[in-house]
């Protein structure tokens, strides 16, 4: 018999269908640390329904929902520390994916085997986040990933802003690799009422990414947006704040945003500000007073455009030079995508 996946290809619908699920071997922000709490959570991500509980000293344990027997959630079980008892037949999983007991068949043999798939966990920043990896690994020992520097740099001050919404999570990364939109679409908002409706846009590598924004703008309006890869893929943007804004300097928009679904995802916004001392707890104060409501206007104005695309426009665009931000992650997120998937298939070879 012929091996036919030494002549497979990648086909641009095979990274299609990845991509929508979102890519593999790199960590990806999963939930607010408050959805865990003493209760297993069953959540919808990348392509997975997964299992999270908390462990006895606190820390989050994650699996496929998946029990090994007869492919009950293991959800609807009892989580005692690293391990979770499925609530169909007991048998009990521990957090590494194995086996532990069969309580109705004990020595049978599913005891004792590796057959229930793993996320790495690290919990920071007010978010729990999972390494996701390919099925050649699933059982992976990732390395940590680097996060921006606004989130771990204490003299940083930062608020998270967690939503679900419709549509594909790329949408999203689109929006926010737009600085133009905002001189449009967010025109009304106290921190981007300035700054031109025409621009020159110009892309910067740096050493994780690349920064995309308008010519001569800098500190004006929304100017630039950044793309970073650390073992996590993250987008920054940075809004000038008028003194209305309260103390500190410009104000920095960390987002990572992570696929549920083909249509909804996890919008995960982390508001940061450089402040210190008083002027710390006056800014936060005052965002949390003020300041938060104004924001949230802002990114409902955004969510409202974006569930409103119902038919993927991707093929049918016809594109400009402000869209030279967005069709670069584009094009670097297929390329990840097709080296994942011509790995996967050597691996298989």
């Known amino acids: 018999m012929l091996d036919k996946t030494k002549d497979a290809t990648v086909t641009d619908a095979m990274i299609e269908q990845r991509l929508k699920v979102g890519l593999r071997n790199q960590w990806w922000a999963i939930c607010p640390s408050h959805f865990v709490k003493d209760r297993p959570v069953s959540l919808f991500r990348l392509g997975y329904r997964m299992v999270l509980w908390r462990k006895y000293d606190g820390s989050v344990a994650c699996l496929e929902d998946f029990c090994p027997h007869r492919g009950a959630p293991l959800s609807r079980g009892i989580a005692v520390d690293d391990r979770i008892a499925c609530g169909y037949h007991g048998v009990q999983v521990d957090e590494t994916g194995t086996a532990v007991s069969v309580p109705g068949s004990p020595g049978c043999k599913l ?58 999570y790329r949408f999203v990364i689109d929006n926010v690799m737009d600085p133009m939109h905002g001189t449009f679409l967010h025109k009304q908002s106290h921190s981007m009422i300035f700054g031109d409706t025409t621009a020159k846009f110009v892309i910067t590598d740096t050493e994780t990414g690349f920064i995309f924004e308008k010519e001569g703008q800098r500190s004006v309006n929304f100017d630039f947006s950044e793309w970073g890869e650390t073992g996590i893929h993250w987008l920054r943007l940075e809004i000038p704040y008028p003194k209305t804004g309260g103390p500190g300097g410009n104000f920095h928009i960390v987002g990572m945003y992570t696929p549920i679904n083909e249509r909804m995802a996890a919008i995960f916004h982390w508001r940061c500000r450089k402040v210190e001392g008083w002027q710390r707890d ?30 993927d426009p991707r093929g049918r665009e016809i594109l400009y030079q402000h869209d030279l931000g967005l069709v670069r992650v584009r094009r670097r997120m297929a390329a990840l995508a097709r080296e994942q998937l011509e790995a996967e298939m050597q691996a298989g070879a």
């Open 111 to 168: 005891e004792g085997m590796r057959c229930v798939r793993t996320f790495p966990i690290i919990e920071q920043f007010g978010v729990i986040f999972a390494y996701v990896s390919d099925d050649a690994n699933p059982n992976p020992d990732p390395a940590p990933f680097v996060a921006p520097e606004q989130l771990s740099d204490p003299d940083y001050s930062h608020f998270l802003n967690y939503a679900e919404w419709q549509g594909d």
């Open 282 to 311: 006056a800014w936060r104060f005052l965002y949390k007073n003020r300041l938060e409501e104004r924001h949230h206007h802002v990114l409902e104005q955004d969510r409202v455009m974006l569930e409103d695309i119902l038919v």
